[in-house]
């Protein structure tokens, strides 16, 4: 289990929250102890967050500000996975978050500018690896495809683009579904409104991706 | 101690909170409708007109910082409540709904 994971990319409306909430429910359905820290100003999460209610035992901490690595440094040692929602640009609380990650996940949807912002966020994470900070211990990349529709030319189309240039592509992806916006409306993700369904089931796909990567293949180091 | 070429990264992006917005969340799902079996957006009162919110950011010393980060975590509450209530104490008018922010009003 990776203790940091941070969801980045400078482009919003790829489904950063969802994914990362979604990730967290589905730890906590399976017996983690995820914690969300919310560090988009938007607060997306934090908004809907409702401590009574049945994601109540996820706790969602706002932390929009540049001390967020202090804030993931701290919750890190009562929660795995610490999970950080960032904002949709290019900015200093993002940097101070992936500084502080073991594993940076960049949704994007099958759409050119949302390749060009992954692009740009994984040579970000190329620059972190670079820092004195980072030495010898680069955070690890994984790209997720989301919202895709399944057997669109365009999404196989980025994907070959992807994966062709050496990017770390998940093989598993976040469909198009809309169990999402509406398990969202209550702060919920599908892995608890319809743990059955065909969204949770996507989630839990790209949730074993990710564990099979962190304990057995290799995540692609965004290293120079 | 941050290094310089973190310093430099850092230098060449903007705050985070500089762009700050809080949209208006959505109002839950009523219980699906018997008769059609989908679900209704659940009626509700238009929310009173809200005093526009402005960012506070303020130095203060480091530890203050850090423990009201952990009591925010531990209570499962926002800074922005805690320092709300604290600002009451004060003498200071604060409402409940203006404590609880956007998040108080998301279900009925």
Redesign the interface.
């Known amino acids: 289990m990776y203790g940091v994971i941070t969801l980045a990319t400078s482009k919003g409306g790829v489904g950063k929250s969802s994914l990362g909430r979604s990730l967290a429910a589905h730890w906590f359905t399976v017996g983690h102890k995820p914690v969300l820290i919310d560090a988009d100003p938007q607060r997306t999460l934090a908004n809907r967050y409702d401590p009574e209610g049945r994601m109540g035992g996820v706790p969602v901490v706002a932390e929009p500000e540049e001390r967020v690595g202090e804030v993931i440094e701290e919750l890190r040692r009562q929660h795995a996975p610490v999970i950080v929602d960032t904002a949709g640009f290019r900015n200093r609380t993002t940097i101070g978050a992936l500084v502080a990650t073991d594993l940076a996940i960049i949704p994007l949807k099958p759409a050119v500018e949302d390749v060009d912002a992954a692009i740009a966020t994984y040579e970000l994470i190329r620059e972190i690896n670079e820092t004195d900070e980072r030495q010898g211990r680069p955070v690890k990349v994984a790209m997720v495809l989301t919202m895709t529709m399944r057997g669109t030319v365009i999404a196989r189309h980025v994907r070959d683009q992807l994966a062709g240039a050496g990017y770390p592509l998940l093989r598993a992806e976040m469909l198009n579904r809309v169990a999402y916006p509406e398990a969202g409306i209550e702060g919920l993700s599908p892995s608890i409104t319809d743990p059955d369904g065909a969204a949770a089931r996507d989630i839990a796909a790209v949730a074993q991706e990710l564990m099979k990567l962190a304990n057995h293949e290799f995540i692609k180091d965004a290293a120079a | 101690m941050?290094?310089?070429?973190?310093g430099a990264?850092?230098r060449s992006?903007?705050?985070?909170?500089?762009?700050?917005?809080?949209?208006e969340?959505?109002?839950?799902?009523a219980a699906p409708d018997a008769t059609s079996g989908s679900?209704q957006p659940r009626p509700t009162a238009k929310p009173p007109a809200q005093e526009r919110e402005v960012p506070l950011q303020v130095l203060i010393p480091e530890g203050i910082?850090?423990q009201l980060?952990?009591k925010?975590?531990q209570e499962?509450r926002?800074?922005?409540e805690l320092v709300l209530t604290a600002v009451r104490s004060l003498g200071i008018e604060v409402t409940e709904a203006q404590v609880k922010?956007?998040?108080g009003r998301?279900?009925a």
């Open positions: 941050t290094s310089k070429k973190l990264l850092l992006a903007p705050p985070a909170t500089a762009r700050a917005e809080t949209p969340p959505l109002q839950p799902f679900p910082r850090r980060g952990v925010a975590a499962g926002s800074l922005r922010g956007k998040r998301k279900s």
